[in-house]
């Protein structure tokens, strides 16, 4: 039984920042690879990013450069910085374990022109 917890999201001006973060219950954690993915209005849900055990990670082009995927192993939890945010970034924001495979309930994210 994995539980994961988002929390972070909210309303934010274009150009603006949000930290997220996912909280993770269990020792499993550092063993598992995490994601961040979003669902946009209409849309299909897309991957935001990964990251490794050993902290390595991977964007999708859309959010390079703006967003930043770290994790705490000590304390079980993912973050996802995100800075510059546009309109397009307006998304419920999914947090994801690999191993044993696991979702977050979602935490909307908002950004106003």
């Known amino acids: 039984q994995v539980q994961l917890v988002e929390s972070g999201g909210g309303l934010v001006q274009a150009g603006g920042s949000l930290r997220l973060s996912c909280a993770a219950s269990g020792n499993i954690f550092s063993a598992s690879v995490m994601g961040w993915y979003r669902q946009a209005p209409g849309k299909q849900r897309e991957l935001v990013g990964t990251?490794?055990?050993?902290?390595?990670?991977n964007y999708a082009d859309s959010v390079k450069g703006r967003f930043t995927i770290s994790r705490d192993n000590a304390k079980s939890t993912l973050y996802l910085q995100m800075n510059n945010l546009k309109p397009e970034d307006t998304a419920v924001y999914y947090c994801?374990?690999?191993?044993?495979?696991?979702w977050g309930q979602g935490t909307q994210v908002t950004v106003s022109s």
């Open positions: 994801r374990m690999l191993w044993p495979n696991s």
């Open positions: 990251i490794t055990i050993g902290g390595f990670t």
